[in-house]
């Protein structure tokens, strides 16, 4: 079993629509919570960092931690076809470690 | 501000050749992370480097190697290439003792195939 688990979709959406997707995770060690934004043949972008549990809103975009359901999701509202990109989940111990990342799942947003 | 940079942005290589990937840093970082990602996947971490030294180190054989310089850049080595190390691989530059040393910002990548 991943550490991690995250469903690679793809997904597909029309512009406007909310967003939502999660990840799973074995590791109760995990405090630092990421979401990325890919875009193809580019590296990954930070869109979300969060510490602990709870919610954490910038703009569009709605991150929430549930530490004890392991669970992560990314909420994303009136999306616009420049979202259509693969969004992976990251982890960390914190410390400096090394970040743990699901598959990435890709959206597609249609117009 | 640059952001992280990474050259070259692609490579063709042929099983069994060495490979030398390059790093420089977002300005202000002092930590280097390299991960590799296969086609469909999350990336992979493969080290860490701080203060010159290899402070971390993932699931990955020791023909993966690498360096830091003075100057924070990095290079990462790959011997005895194998088809298996087709992939993009990821530079990640971050500032140790930050409140946000988790927070990791990534280069393009650099994509290498082997044949």
């Known amino acids: 079993q991943k550490e991690v688990e995250q469903d690679p979709g793809p997904l597909s959406v029309p512009e406007g629509a909310i967003v939502s997707l999660n990840c799973t995770y074995s590791?109760?060690?995990?405090?630092?919570f990421m979401w990325y934004r890919q875009y193809s043949r580019k590296g990954p972008e930070l869109l979300m960092y969060?510490?602990?549990?709870g919610n954490k809103e910038d703009g569009r975009f709605t991150a929430q931690v549930d530490k004890s359901s392991k669970y992560i999701s990314l909420f994303i509202r009136d999306s616009q076809p420049s979202d259509s990109a693969t969004y992976l989940c990251?982890?960390?111990?914190?410390?400096?470690?090394?970040?743990?990342f699901g598959t990435g799942t890709q959206l597609k947003v249609e117009l | 501000d640059a952001g992280v940079t990474q050259s070259p942005t692609h490579l063709i290589k042929t099983r069994g050749q060495q490979v030398t990937l390059r790093c420089s840093p977002k300005?202000?970082?002092?930590?280097v992370s390299w991960y590799q990602q296969a086609l469909g996947q999350g990336p992979q971490f493969i080290f860490q480097?701080?203060?010159?030294?290899?402070?971390q180190r993932g699931n990955f054989p020791d023909r993966f190697s690498g360096h830091q310089f003075p100057n924070y850049s990095s290079e990462l080595n790959v011997n005895a290439l194998l088809l298996g190390d087709s992939a993009l691989y990821l530079c990640?530059?971050?500032?140790?003792?930050?409140?946000?040393?988790?927070?990791?910002?990534f280069g393009s990548g650099t994509q290498l195939s082997v044949l």
């Open positions: 590791n109760s060690a995990f405090q630092y």
């Open positions: 300005s202000g970082h002092d930590t």
């Open positions: 990640a530059s971050s500032r140790q003792g930050s409140s946000t040393n988790e927070k990791l910002f």
């Open positions: 480097y701080y203060e010159e030294e290899e402070r």
């Open positions: 969060t510490y602990s549990s």
């Open positions: 990251a982890m960390s111990t914190g410390g400096g470690n090394k970040l743990t």
